[in-house]
Nanobody, 117 residues
């Protein structure tokens, strides 16, 4: 059973920074893709950033240049560094891990990020 636990959310002023963490139970080497998505009130879930096993990354246009996804294999953790935060970044942020060979996608419980003055 895979567990993903997000942390690091909170309230921040516009222009501020936060770093989200996603700790996996067990090695993250088994995951082909790990990523972060977000869901704002009244909106659908949208992909924010992904990191593949080879190290390549993908970002939503709305966060390019401001957010950075990274992974620490030794700590079985994926991070999302968020800089220059805007009110429209306010959402619940979810971590996911995808195993291609099994076509299984695991999700965490989410962490709230609120950007407001």
């Amino acid at each position: 059973q895979v567990q993903l636990v997000e942390s690091g959310g909170g309230l921040v002023q516009p222009g501020g920074s936060l770093r989200l963490s996603c700790a996996a139970s067990g090695s993250i080497f088994r995951f082909d893709v790990m990523g972060w998505s977000r869901q704002a009130p009244g909106k659908g879930r949208e992909l924010v950033a992904q990191i593949i096993s080879g190290g390549g990354t993908n970002y939503a246009e709305s966060v390019k240049g401001r957010f950075t996804i990274s992974r620490d294999n030794a700590k079985n953790t994926v991070y999302l560094q968020m800089n220059s935060l805007k009110p429209e970044d306010t959402a619940v942020y979810y971590c996911n891990a995808f195993v291609g060979g099994l076509s299984v996608d695991y999700w965490g419980q989410g962490t709230q990020v609120t950007v407001s003055s």
